[in-house]
Nanobody, 126 residues
Framework: QVQLVESGGGLVQAGGSLRLSCAASGGTFSNRAMGWFRQAPGKEREIVAVISYEGGVSYYTDSVKGRFTISRDNGKQMVYLQMNSLKPEDTAVYYC???????????????????WGQGTQVTVSS
């Protein structure tokens, strides 16, 4: 059973930065793509960023390109999301998830993911 635990969320002013971390345990990690998703109140969960198993190919949703960076450390079984130049519209619960697939190119929809963390709240004040 894979467990994913997110941390690093909080309250930040617009223009600030946060770094989210996701610790994986109990299952396969290094040969699976990983993703970050978010869900704002009253909205559907959306994909934010994806990183393939070796840390190579990645994907960002248009609204975060140039501001967010996804990375991973397979030796530590960790995934990170560095968020810079935060905006109030980035406010959401952020979730880490493990894909069923290795390449990031096959992991760009929620249906590709089989394990999810509990989420961490990010609030950006204006």
């Amino acid at each position: 059973q894979v467990q994913l635990v997110e941390s690093g969320g909080g309250l930040v002013q617009a223009g600030g930065s946060l770094r989210l971390s996701c610790a994986a345990s109990g299952g396969t990690f290094s040969n699976r793509a990983m993703g970050w998703f978010r869900q704002a109140p009253g909205k559907e969960r959306e994909i934010v960023a994806v990183i393939s198993y070796e840390g190579g190919v990645s994907y960002y949703t248009d609204s975060v390109k140039g501001r967010f960076t996804i990375s991973r450390d397979n030796g530590k079984q960790m995934v990170y999301l560095q968020m810079n130049s935060l905006k109030p519209e980035d406010t959401a619960v952020y979730y880490c998830a493990r894909s069923q697939y290795a390449p990031g190119s096959r992991s760009r929809t929620a249906t590709a993911y089989d394990y999810w963390g509990q989420g961490t709240q990010v609030t950006v004040s204006s």
